[in-house]
């Protein structure tokens, strides 16, 4: 099973930058993939950035202003979030896709979420 510890969410003004990272440990054969989604009450999860088989993809909404960065020896996760607006303001969760330890079988972990607010 994979455990995962999600940190740097905050309050923090419009433009202002914030970092987020998650960091993965337990017992498994292989990350796969990793990434953020994000999550407004009374509305749906919304995926914001995935890395998997080397390629990354961001969603329309935070493309050129937000980065996922991956450190494979630590098994961590990062986001930097740049130019940040009020419409970011969620719930931000890292999941991730993980091989289990006996191979045969891929499952999929969430961190329990930090929250992100953009306010002036």
């Known amino acids: 099973q994979v455990q995962l510890v999600e940190s740097g969410g905050g309050l923090v003004q419009p433009v202002v930058s914030l970092r987020l990272s998650c960091a993965a440990s337990g017992s498994f054969f292989s990350i796969d993939a990793m990434g953020w989604d994000r999550q407004v009450p009374g509305k749906e999860r919304e995926p914001v950035a995935r890395m998997a088989n080397g390629r990354i993809k961001y969603g329309d909404s935070v493309k050129g202003r937000f980065t996922i960065s991956r450190d494979n020896d630590k098994n961590m996760v990062s986001m930097q979030m740049n130019s940040l607006k009020p419409e970011d303001t969620a719930v931000y969760y890292c999941?991730?896709?993980?091989?289990?330890?006996?191979?045969?079988?891929?499952?999929?972990?969430w961190g329990q979420g930090t929250q992100v607010t953009v306010s002036a």
């Open positions: 999941n991730v896709d993980f091989r289990t330890i006996d191979y045969f079988s891929t499952r999929v972990a």
